[in-house]
């Protein structure tokens, strides 16, 4: 098994620019988390999806911030346009069951400029 | 509602000492509490869990957590530091029922001096 797969692992853009970050589940995990991670903030939750469908968004900072996951093993985050104060590392998380671990890849770091 | 807290962002610890960071959550209801570790540039790696039945749980590279209910508690605990220990690790919390968010606590960054 690959684990949780992020990509880019580093991305540096310029503010106003369209960012978008994505992430492979673990095959037949059904629970997806995006994360931000930053020193101010720690871990903040983005957003939760069950079985495809978003179950909690209210961590999404502004409209800005999109996800999708089209299908059961991917999963897009999407920011536009970006900003300076998007700057953190963005972790996906996948959990294959109840009371399971989440999985967690090794993360984008995203520079706005 | 639930949340963790770690007390102490920082613990340094000499190779060879006793390793404690402290965990204590808040939840209305039964929890499952959970430690993860994060190296430089990776992702968290879950080291431990408690779900149900016995309150001292073993993890991975020798440590272990009591949950204490009485205490509210979930302290991570290693006998002996290794260099190798030095890392990020953060407590979670996640309650039965429902949807059953995950809350990390803000982490503690454990350093180990030769």
């Known amino acids: 098994d690959a684990g949780v797969i992020q990509s880019p692992r580093h991305e540096v853009t310029e503010m106003g620019q369209e960012v978008t970050l994505r992430c492979k589940l673990i095959s037949g995990h059904n629970s997806l988390f995006w994360y931000r991670q930053t020193m101010m903030r720690g871990l903040e939750l983005l957003i939760y999806f069950n079985n495809n469908v978003p179950i909690d968004d209210s961590g999404m900072p502004e409209d800005r911030f999109s996800a999708k996951m089209p299908n059961a093993s991917f999963s897009t985050l999407k920011i536009q346009p970006s900003e300076p104060r998007d700057s953190a590392v963005y972790f996906c998380?996948?959990?294959?069951?109840?009371?399971?671990?989440?999985?967690f890849g090794n993360g984008t770091r995203l520079t706005v400029t | 509602a639930q949340s963790v807290t770690q007390l102490g962002s920082h613990v340094s610890v000499s190779e060879g000492a006793l390793v404690l960071l402290r965990c204590n959550y808040s939840?209305?209801?039964?929890?499952?509490l959970f430690w993860y570790v994060q190296y430089p540039n990776q992702g968290l790696q879950l080291l431990l869990k408690?779900?149900?039945?016995?309150?001292l749980v073993k993890g991975i590279n020798g440590f272990e957590a009591e949950f204490k209910k009485s205490e509210t508690s979930f302290h991570l605990t290693k006998p002996s530091a290794h260099m190798s220990d030095a890392a990020e690790y953060f407590c979670a919390v996640r309650t039965l029922g429902g949807y059953q968010k995950v809350t990390f606590g803000t982490g503690t960054k454990l350093q180990v001096i030769p």
């Open positions: 408690y779900t149900t039945g016995a309150t």
């Open positions: 939840s209305s209801v039964p929890p499952y």
């Open positions: 998380a996948s959990e294959g069951s109840y009371n399971s671990p989440l999985h």
